[in-house]
């Protein structure tokens, strides 16, 4: 599929989650390097360049797909032949695409350590990472519920509900405004991420900082799920994360309020470091404090630059 097809379908949310959304944008520039049959470097160097543009612009809010696509051209810098180039763009792509998959395999081992028998689990969205934390405890035999909510205006909650039959955990779903409603009852919040700031703020799917204040409120720990990839090096440069804000037709169809009511639809907000337990990553599980960190040694100056 193509950069611009892929691009498409990321900002109609075919294609759509944090770590999908860059493991597909690598495989795009990838398939374009490979696809590319001249030998003027400077030729595929501006046709992946555009693509990696176009990728970057399609969702503005997940660093998770700046950090892959800066993971594809990482040491291109002084490559002077077109092979050599294509070769390691390719060779990037793969080792991206790998290492998220494997991430996500050890998250779901950690992450399945926070689940006891017997426990009420609450999710919003739909995370691949919080949804493989479920999958991994279940696998192991341990016995407990999920609740998942709506996530308006898009109802991710429905996908993670057939997710969750799928694996046969036993699954409730609720309205969003419900969840203070049955906090009290949970045992552990699971939640994913599409960026986490060097202050260890996570900014998910919105209405998860809602969560997160009724889980503090119930002492319910909040919990996320997040590869190492989600974190955001541009954060430590003062960079704040783009809320995106999408369009008023996902809230209210034509006619329905007069046009003078302004309809305000963002799609993502951040929950602060106070609210959060930990956060399971394929490194560990780390408190949000440890953002910076891990941002430093495992991200830094080479996600950053992209020098050799
Ligand atoms: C999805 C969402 C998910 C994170 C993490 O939003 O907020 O919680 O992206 O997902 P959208 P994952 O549906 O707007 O993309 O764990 O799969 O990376």
Not at 52 to 58: H, K, N, Q, V
Not at 77 to 104: C, G, H, P, Q
Not at 166 to 194: C, E, H
Request: glycine content about 6%; proline content about 4%.
């Amino acid at each position: 599929m193509s950069a611009e097809d892929v691009a498409g379908r990321i900002r109609s949310m075919e294609i759509r989650g944090a770590a999908e959304i860059a493991r597909r944008a690598a495989i795009a520039i990838r398939e374009e390097a490979e696809a590319y049959q001249g030998k003027d470097i400077k030729e595929l160097r501006s046709l992946v360049e555009r693509s990696r543009d176009l990728l970057i612009a399609s969702r503005p809010t997940a660093i998770s797909l700046w950090n892959g696509v800066q993971y594809v051209f990482k040491d291109t810098s002084r490559i002077t032949s077109a092979e050599d180039y294509r070769a390691k763009v390719m060779d990037n792509a793969d080792r991206f695409v790998k290492r998220s998959n494997n991430a996500l395999k050890t998250i779901g081992k950690h992450g399945a350590n926070r689940i006891r028998d017997g426990d009420k689990v609450l999710t919003h969205c739909n995370s691949k990472a919080a949804i493989t934390v479920m999958a991994e405890a279940w696998a192991q035999g341990k016995r407990f519920e999920a609740f998942c909510t709506e996530s308006r205006p898009w109802r991710q909650g429905v996908l993670t509900a057939n997710d969750l039959a799928k694996i046969g955990i036993p699954a409730t779903m609720i309205i969003d405004s419900a969840v203070r409603y049955v906090m009290k009852d949970l045992d552990l919040v699971l939640v994913g991420a599409d960026t986490i700031a060097s202050n260890g703020a996570v900014i998910n799917k919105i209405g998860t900082s809602q969560v997160a204040l009724a889980a503090d409120e119930a002492r319910v720990p909040f919990t996320v799920c997040a590869e190492t990839f989600k974190f955001s090096p541009r954060t430590i440069y003062g960079e704040m994360v783009k809320i995106e804000e999408r369009d008023a037709t996902e809230i209210v169809g034509p006619g329905e309020v007069p046009p003078e009511v302004r309809i305000f639809n963002p799609v993502f907000d951040a929950t602060p470091p106070e609210y959060i337990d930990s956060i399971v990553t394929e490194i560990g599980v780390i408190p949000p404090y440890a953002a910076y960190q891990v941002i430093v040694k495992e991200l830094g100056y080479e996600f950053m630059f992209n020098e050799d």
